[in-house]
């Protein structure tokens, strides 16, 4: 079996989607029989794929800018993925849309819907594309990956695609040691892109009657790149009495990020809509506590592992950040939890499932492999 998985989300700023096809493509390899390949395929016009990225892996890298390629395959579909990797079996997608093939098994990954609802949120390319095609391209799917029950029943009720073509797949926890407990006295956290959905905007008022109500209440720090529409948040957060408390450290390296997360007190993950949401999964894996929206996907990631909120209600947005700090034995509680928790996510047994899906896809299509 010839796997082609499109790598694109993965070659610069790794951020959610990036991460997963990164993560899911090293453990696909670790998991191939001996006969079979895995291609990561990439194409930009000024951004090269690093041919050893993932070891044992095959790479394509086209130089082909990537606005161009997307309109031309989500508009025309054309021209097939075998214009650029030669054979496949499996053509498979990290978005909603296919990529176009000729003969392989065609599988799509969605992450969430949130471009049906909040479809000015997105970026350009997103609204040109999403809303109008995901539906029809996820019923063509020969195998449709999601990484989360909550979307698995979104694309079910939604998209109208049968469950026995859904596989979920979700990240696994990243191979990081738990933190010994030092206390809750560390900053606050906040992990992801700064757009809309994220609802960075009601964090920061959170802070603010957080501030007004606790004097000793540590720093916020905002770890993510920040998109065009969100960028005057932060010059709120420039004015008294968010000055010089909240600090905006841009994207960091996965090594940055483990560090960011051993000295938090708490993650505040509040976004409107989530389809999974690793940065609290990565705080369950040190052993940080989780202030989580009761939204998407993130009740059923959190469990136990931290406090729910009500992602429009800022007054109990700040309470539940001073329950935490306030309250170190329900802080290491939750900590307890968020590790305990952890261990159900592996890459391994989500790359043993989508192989399994693989297999699927290509009985569907009528391929042999």
Same mark, same amino acid.
């Given at each position: 079996?010839?796997?082609?998985?499109?790598?694109?989300?993965?070659?610069?700023?790794?951020?959610?989607?990036?991460?997963?096809?990164?993560?899911?493509?090293?453990?696909?390899?670790?998991?191939?029989?001996?006969?079979?390949?895995?291609?990561?395929?990439?194409?930009?016009?000024?951004?090269?794929?690093?041919?050893?990225?993932?070891?044992?892996?095959?790479?394509?890298?086209?130089?082909?800018?990537?606005?161009?390629?997307?309109?031309?395959?989500?508009?025309?579909?054309?021209?097939?993925?075998?214009?650029?990797?030669?054979?496949?079996?499996?053509?498979?997608?990290?978005?909603?849309?296919?990529?176009?093939?000729?003969?392989?098994?065609?599988?799509?990954?969605?992450?969430?819907?949130?471009?049906?609802?909040?479809?000015?949120?997105?970026?350009?390319?997103?609204?040109?594309?999403?809303?109008?095609?995901?539906?029809?391209?996820?019923?063509?799917?020969?195998?449709?990956?999601?990484?989360?029950?909550?979307?698995?029943?979104?694309?079910?009720?939604?998209?109208?695609?049968?469950p026995e073509r859904i596989t979920i797949c979700p990240p696994g926890a990243p191979a990081w040691e738990a933190r010994p407990w030092a206390g809750n006295i560390g900053p606050i956290l906040f992990v992801g892109t700064i757009e809309p959905?994220?609802?960075?905007?009601?964090?920061? +008022? *959170?802070?603010? #009657? %957080?501030?007004?109500?606790?004097?000793? =209440?540590?720093?916020?720090?905002? @770890? !993510? &790149? /920040?998109?065009?529409?969100?960028?005057?948040?932060?010059?709120?957060?420039?004015?008294?009495?968010?000055?010089?408390?909240?600090?905006?450290?841009?994207?960091?390296?996965?090594?940055?990020?483990?560090?960011?997360?051993?000295?938090?007190?708490?993650?505040?993950?509040?976004?409107?809509?989530?389809?999974?949401?690793?940065?609290?999964?990565?705080?369950?894996?040190?052993?940080?506590?989780?202030?989580?929206?009761?939204?998407?996907?993130?009740?059923?990631?959190?469990?136990?592992?931290?406090?729910?909120?009500?992602?429009?209600?800022?007054?109990?947005?700040? +309470? *539940?950040?001073? #329950? %935490?700090?306030?309250?170190?034995?329900? =802080?290491?509680?939750?900590?307890? @939890? !968020? &590790? /305990?928790?952890?261990?159900?996510?592996?890459?391994?047994?989500?790359?043993?499932?989508?192989?399994?899906?693989?297999?699927?896809?290509?009985?569907?299509?009528?391929?042999?492999?």
């Open positions: 079996m010839r796997i082609l998985i499109d790598y694109r989300p993965a070659l610069r700023q790794r951020t959610g989607v990036g991460e997963y096809a990164h993560s899911i493509a090293g453990a696909l390899v670790a998991e191939l029989d001996p006969a079979s390949t895995l291609v990561l395929f990439s194409s930009s016009w000024k951004d090269r794929l690093p041919p050893a990225v993932i070891p044992g892996a095959e790479s394509v890298d086209a130089r082909v800018p990537v606005r161009i390629l997307n309109r031309l395959w989500h508009r025309f579909e054309w021209p097939a993925a075998e214009t650029f990797a030669g054979p496949i079996d499996v053509a498979h997608s990290m978005h909603p849309l296919l990529l176009p093939s000729r003969r392989a098994a065609q599988v799509v990954t969605i992450h969430d819907l949130y471009f049906l609802d909040r479809p000015e949120s997105t970026a350009a390319e997103v609204r040109r594309d999403y809303a109008a095609l995901a539906a029809r391209h996820a019923r063509r799917a020969d195998a449709v990956i999601v990484v989360s029950e909550y979307t698995a029943l979104q694309v079910q009720s939604r998209l109208d695609v049968p959905r994220k609802n960075v905007g009601r964090l920061l +008022s *959170a802070y603010r #009657r %957080l501030v007004e109500r606790m004097r000793g =209440a540590p720093p916020l720090l905002l @770890a !993510g &790149r /920040v998109t065009p529409e969100s960028a005057a948040l932060l010059a709120a957060a420039a004015d008294p009495p968010l000055a010089g408390r909240v600090r905006h450290l841009g994207y960091v390296s996965d090594e940055q990020r483990q560090q960011l997360y051993r000295q938090a007190s708490l993650l505040v993950l509040p976004s409107l809509n989530e389809g999974f949401g690793l940065p609290a999964l990565e705080a369950m894996t040190i052993g940080v506590p989780v202030v989580a929206a009761n939204r998407g996907a993130l009740p059923e990631l959190l469990g136990d592992a931290g406090l729910l909120i009500e992602p429009e209600d800022e007054a109990g947005m700040a +309470s *539940a950040m001073e #329950r %935490l700090l306030s309250d170190e034995a329900l =802080a290491q509680r939750c900590g307890r @939890a !968020g &590790r /305990v928790r952890s261990q159900r996510f592996s890459w391994r047994a989500s790359a043993q499932r989508l192989l399994r899906a693989y297999e699927a896809a290509l009985e569907r299509h009528g391929g042999q492999h």
